[in-house]
């Protein structure tokens, strides 16, 4: 399979390259940071060639993709978190992480869409931080909401008109770059390794919406059927106990 993966310069998606390429994939890792992008080609070259490209930017990531003539499978995982303090509102922060998590992702699947041929597999990364209002997560949980519902009419739409087969992935806490940066507890993380085999075995067996880890993920669901205000009082009590 020819597999595309943005974010593939760190965390989840830089695993999922490397455990691709090894299963005889061929990867075309995507990312900004030319020092990872070269590391990655560095362990295969056979099997991972690299694109540098910003995903905010539609025309560098067309122009990016332009020479690509098919891709099997492409896993959207490039993203980014900021947490909102209220004292310090912050409105730019909802533009900055939109503008990767969803308008970014956006961009990438219009570039793709005219290289993935029918039968192919479209997915994108969400979070399980969508089920909840946890507390600082205003700009990043709302933007991994607005991900899955874009994720679900997708799969509605895309399969009807291409043929293609839409996918979500809602992760718990993978410790991850992006996760390392947080100063509060985060129960259940899991590694890279852990991630990356849930979203390859999801993928494989077609799972609309792959998430992990189970119990944590059948937690969060369960919870977000409560009440909503048993939600809010629920999240302000982990919010003062972190
Ligand atoms: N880690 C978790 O606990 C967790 C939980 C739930 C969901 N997720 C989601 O999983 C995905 C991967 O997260 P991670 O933990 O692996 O994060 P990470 O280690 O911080 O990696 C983020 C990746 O996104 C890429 N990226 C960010 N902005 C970009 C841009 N403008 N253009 C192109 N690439 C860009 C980065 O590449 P460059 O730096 O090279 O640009 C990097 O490869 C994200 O969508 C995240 O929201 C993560």
Known sequence: MKILITGATS??????????????HTVIACGRNQEALDELADIDRDSIK????????????????????RVDLAILSAGMCEYL???QFDAGMFERVFRVNVFGTMNTVEALLPIM????????????????????????????AAIQY???????????????DVLGVSPGFVKTPM????????????????????????IEKGKRDIGFPAL???MLRVMSLLPQGMQI??????AKNS
């Open 11 to 24: 965390g989840i998606g830089y695993q999922l390259a490397q455990d691709y390429a090894k299963q005889g």
């Open 50 to 69: 690299t694109l540098r490209f910003d995903i905010t930017d539609i025309e560098n990531t067309k122009q990016a993709l332009a020479d690509i003539e």
């Open 85 to 87: 303090d209220v004292k």
């Open 117 to 144: 041929p029918e039968g192919s597999k479209l997915v994108i990364v969400g979070s399980l931080a969508r089920l909840l209002p946890f507390t600082k997560a205003q700009a990043y949980g709302g933007s991994k």
């Open 150 to 164: 874009i994720t679900r009419t997708l799969e509605v739409d895309l399969k009807e008109a291409y043929g293609i």
């Open 179 to 202: 996760t390392d940066a947080n100063d509060f507890e985060m129960p259940m993380r899991v590694s890279v390794e852990f991630a990356s085999k849930a979203i390859r075995k999801g």
């Open 216 to 218: 944590f993920s059948g």
């Open 233 to 238: 009082a629920l999240s302000r009590r982990m």
